[in-house]
């Protein structure tokens, strides 16, 4: 085939296709991916349930007590009795309100054990000596002629057997031992005549408690018993020409030297000197725990209370009365010498007819003022 119709052939096939391909349908256009369809909003979260108001805290309940002394206004020894009280008060947060009250306002003076015993009052600052009506013992834990001077009876309390015969003691009238309270050591006597010779005892006409007043019954004393708030009048009127009530501080305050001539000082009679606190049992053992610790913990910051700034107030109270005109002299060695042998055969007398707690008291007492003399502790 020539050159030219070899060309020819070439171009008449492509003339062909082009139109073959201008005549085909034209590819459709690819359709288009169809749009997510969009995500449902989410739904809104409930709104939270408010939770209740919490009710109003009910108001905690508040426990009244009552308190007696044994001790008039007036008297220094009240002190420790308002001391104990406000102390109370303060420390419980106004959950415990103890009342105050003097000797005789609720209950007879002295006759505070008593009213723990009926439910009269709750809390007792007293005398051991007040309850030997009710346990023959009861003197020793505020003094025993002969026996233990203040820093000994402290610790024969602590270190002895003393809270624990304490509590022994007032149990069985309902009570709850707490504490002891120190007054300084006594004055042997206030009287209007003089104390020279053995024979003179047996002129008093005197007012006194414990087992010291039975020891002066049997040296042949005529001896009656007066709450302090009498002292004065009765000495006045000639009821009695004797008494003895606390030490020098308290006798002054008290004016007891308008009615005195002579201040005998001796450390036999009462060579330590204080009181008692205890609490009705049921009025105790209902507070809560807390309450109850407060109380007895209060009740042992007062043991010093009045002894502690005493020491020096007797100082000073004994140079006043001496300046007042009182003659102050120690008791002659002769009625001093009488006396301890005196107290000494009458507490074993006692001891054989008494209870068994009496024997036992006298016993523990007599053991550790042993146990400290032989340390050199008086």
Same mark, same amino acid.
């Given at each position: ?99 105050? &009250? ?29 309850? +030997? ?120 305050? +008290? ?95 006692? +001891? ?15 053991? &550790? ?10």
């Amino acid at each position: 085939m020539s050159k030219r119709r070899i060309v020819a052939l070439v171009m008449v096939v492509a003339l062909v296709s082009g139109l073959m391909a201008a005549c085909a349908a034209p590819a459709p256009a690819p359709a288009p991916a169809p749009a997510p369809a969009p995500a449902p909003a989410p739904a809104p979260a409930p709104a939270p349930v408010p939770a209740p108001a919490p009710a109003p805290a009910e108001p905690e309940k508040v426990i009244n007590w009552k308190c007696q002394s044994a001790f008039v206004t007036g008297d220094p020894w009240i002190d420790v009795g308002l001391a104990l009280v406000d102390r109370i008060n303060e420390a419980s947060g106004g959950r415990l309100v103890v009342d105050h &009250f003097a000797a005789g306002a609720v209950v007879p003076a002295t006759e505070e054990i008593d009213g723990i015993r009926t439910g009269a009052i709750d809390l007792a600052h007293t005398c051991g000596g007040y309850m +030997m009506h009710l346990n023959t013992a009861g003197a020793f834990f505020d003094q025993m002629p002969g026996g233990l001077t203040n820093v000994q009876l402290t610790y024969w309390y602590t270190a002895g057997e003393g809270d624990e015969l304490g509590r022994e003691m007032v149990e069985p009238f309902g009570a709850t031992w707490l504490n002891n309270w120190l007054a300084a050591p006594e004055d042997f006597a206030y009287t209007n005549f003089p104390l020279e010779t053995l024979a003179d005892i047996k002129k008093l006409k005197m007012r006194s408690a414990g087992l010291g007043a039975e020891v002066l019954t049997e040296m042949g004393a005529s001896i009656i018993f007066l709450p302090g708030g009498e002292l004065y009048e009765s000495m006045q009127r000639g009821v009695i020409n004797a008494f003895e009530y606390g030490s020098a501080d308290n006798a002054w305050d +008290m004016g007891f030297q308008e009615v005195m001539d002579y201040c005998y000082i001796s450390l036999t009679r009462a060579p330590s000197d204080g009181g008692i606190i205890v609490a009705r049992t049921e009025a105790f053992e209902a507070l809560p725990d807390d309450l109850k610790a407060i109380v007895r913990y209060v009740s042992e910051t007062v043991r010093g209370v009045y002894y502690e700034s005493s020491i020096v107030k007797v100082a000073e109270a004994l140079q006043k009365i001496k300046d007042y005109g009182v003659q102050v002299q120690p008791l002659p060695k002769e009625i001093e010498d009488a006396f301890l042998a005196e107290a000494e055969a009458y507490m074993d007398k006692k +001891m054989a007819t008494e209870p068994a707690f009496f024997k036992r008291v006298v016993e523990s007492q007599r053991a &550790f003022k042993k146990l400290c003399e032989a340390q050199g502790i008086y």
